[in-house]
């Protein structure tokens, strides 16, 4: 499994906590094990670059999700496929600012923002109610299964 963590960010972030929560969700989701996922944690000025490049929408935003193979999750008799699953990039500035408002850590918040980020890669949407019912209800329970606490109040809408 190669999951890489590029930190741009000038924040400290527990790095190898977010890699052990992507090798996690890969597991329960039965993403192959050879499967690649980048992990970008940028500044404000970069993560709104960014932004305005992949959403044409102005200023900095929490993740954003650009996925490579369009894997999606497998079954337990038939895994993901080896492949290129994607890139996301989280902004800690903005993680620390929704996890104050929310009432929980930034490293909740950032946890949250990778499960999310990663659900999108994977195929996951919340455009409409059935959709972040389905996706919120899967990121409640991964994160529950990988922190062993109730999960983050989500800042995502």
């Known amino acids: 499994m190669s999951i890489e963590v590029n ?3 000038g924040v400290q972030v527990d790095e190898a906590q977010l890699v052990a929560l992507a ?4 597991e329960r989701l039965y993403v ?3 499967a ?3 992990i970008l944690l940028v500044d404000e000025p970069a993560m709104e670059k960014l932004h305005i490049e992949l959403m044409d929408e102005p200023g900095a935003t929490d993740v954003l999700s650009v996925p490579m193979d369009e894997l999606t999750p497998g079954t ?5 496929p080896q ?10 500035q903005v993680a620390e600012v ?3 408002n929310a009432g929980h850590s930034t490293q909740d918040e950032m946890l949250l923002l990778t499960t999310h980020g990663i659900l999108h890669l994977l195929g ?17 329970e991964l994160l529950e299964g990988f922190t062993g606490k109730e999960a983050p109040s989500e800042t995502i809408q």
């Open 76 to 80: 337990p008799d038939k895994p993901t």
């Open 32 to 34: 192959h094990p050879q």
């Open 124 to 140: 996951y949407d919340h455009a409409d109610p059935e959709e972040k019912e389905e996706m919120f209800g899967l990121q409640r």
């Open 83 to 92: 492949g290129m699953l994607g890139d996301i990039a989280v902004c800690p």
């Open 98 to 100: 929704q996890a104050k």
């Open 23 to 26: 090798r996690f969700v890969f």
């Open 7 to 9: 930190n741009e960010s």
């Open 36 to 38: 690649e996922l980048s």
